[in-house]
């Protein structure tokens, strides 16, 4: 039996025939998008959380289409097999500048919570490793010695920034009779840690100043004062600072093209932190 007549059988559907093989097909209920795994790991994680993501928060994502039977797969020799509606639509994100938040704040809600390590950022080792250039690097060593006052206040020691793992590397918002869908791909998830950071500055890079204000409004409001905390943490910890003294302890660069590129990420967190008027010294967020 090939797997259109497979199809046919399990989903209940007629007509069916590719369009694109191996990834669309048509029905008698329209086209539909096929996806391939062999981790089945990898196909639960996303099976549950694209379900949680529409059943808590109502938010419309490329769902594993049920068989007749109830299943979110079909498995053929040693891969899984699952089957999307397939929407064509794209959603133009710059009429909606705060769509982008909210999608990440509800992704931060539907993540697992579980797969989160508490950290904080490592102040003290930084400090140390700030030490080691003390000689080799003098005048950069005053620079960075003289910015640990606006440091601290970046820092809250107590708050960890780590934050849930989500699958948000490769995805696409698209339009369905008015509403968002949001089209996961189907790679691992990563920690939020590591892409909402860039994603924050892509925001504050691309947008005017309102339009970024109301990116980063819709983020932090759509999640408890916990994760809001942690968020921010995540955001506004001096990285810069850190990864510039890194860099110098290597030896490995250029002292004034390090110095150059840390001076201008640590203005632009100083301007986005303005724009935003956040009080880092109580924890407070005020627009």
Excluded at 47 to 71: A, P, V
Excluded at 158 to 183: A, D, N, R, W
Excluded at 199 to 223: M, P, Q, R, T
Aim: glycine content about 4%; proline content about 4%.
């Amino acid at each position: 039996m090939d797997l259109v007549a497979i199809i046919e059988e399990k989903y209940d559907l007629k007509d069916v025939q590719w369009l694109e093989k191996p990834q669309l097909i048509m029905t008698h209920l329209g086209k539909r998008k096929l996806s391939y795994w062999r981790d089945r790991d990898l196909l639960e994680y996303h099976l549950n959380f694209r379900d949680r993501l529409f059943s808590q928060h109502g938010f419309l994502c490329n769902r594993m289409i049920r068989t007749s039977e109830g299943k979110g797969f079909i498995r053929i020799e040693n891969d899984y097999i699952t089957v999307h509606d397939h929407v064509e639509e794209a959603y133009p994100l710059d009429i909606v500048p705060e769509m982008k938040g909210y999608l990440l704040a509800t992704l931060l809600s539907t993540g697992d919570q579980k797969a989160t390590l508490t950290s904080h950022f490592p102040y003290r080792k930084t400090l140390e490793d700030l030490s080691s250039i003390r000689l080799t690097h003098k005048e950069q060593y005053l620079l960075l010695v003289n910015l640990i006052p606006e440091v601290k206040k970046r820092l809250n020691f107590e708050i960890c920034y780590s934050l849930p793992f989500i699958p948000f590397t490769h995805h696409v918002l698209k339009e369905v009779l008015g509403q968002i869908y949001f089209e996961c791909s189907d790679e691992p998830p990563v920690s939020a840690s590591k892409v909402i950071i860039k994603e924050v500055h892509s925001w504050y890079a691309l947008k005017n100043s309102h339009d970024f204000v109301k990116c980063f409004e819709s983020l932090v409001n759509g999640l408890e004062d916990d994760m809001k905390h942690r968020l921010i943490q995540a955001i506004f910890a001096p990285w810069e600072w850190q990864g510039c003294i890194q860099a110098l302890q290597s030896n490995m660069n250029d002292p004034d093209q390090v110095m150059k590129e840390f001076i201008d990420k640590w203005e632009a967190n100083r301007d986005m932190l303005r724009q935003l008027e956040l009080s880092l010294s109580d924890r407070r967020i005020s627009f």
